[in-house]
């Protein structure tokens, strides 16, 4: 059975950081590439940043120079550092493999950017 279990979200303040959490169980993690993905209200869900199997990051525009994407394969987890988060960055936070696949959708993580 496939879980993907997102963890670390909360309420910050603009300008605070958080480290998200994503432990992957029921597939081959390491051989995976894997993304964060975040759906803002009202919006569709978008791709944040994703890494290679081999640890390759890559960024939308919007969070380039503010979020870094890791994985540990060891701990078939994947995490998002997120720093100087704007209002904007609000949203329930996803992992998944890249490109994304349906079945793996987990229940995400709140994030939420306000003073």
């Known amino acids: 059975q496939v879980q993907l279990v997102e963890s670390g979200g909360g309420l910050v303040q603009p300008g605070g950081s958080l480290r998200l959490s994503c432990v992957v169980s029921?597939?081959?993690?390491?051989?995976?590439?894997m993304g964060w993905y975040r759906q803002a209200p009202g919006k569709q869900r978008e791709l944040v940043a994703r890494v290679s199997s081999g640890g390759v990051p890559n960024y939308a525009d919007s969070v380039k120079g503010r979020f870094t994407i890791s994985r540990d394969n060891a701990k078939n987890t994947v995490y998002l550092q997120m720093n100087s988060l704007k209002p904007e960055d609000t949203g329930v936070y996803y992992c998944?493999?890249?490109?994304?696949?349906?079945?793996?959708w987990g229940q995400g993580t709140q994030v939420t950017v306000s003073s």
């Open positions: 998944n493999v890249y490109p994304q696949y349906s079945a793996f």
């Open positions: 029921g597939f081959t993690f390491r051989i995976n590439p």
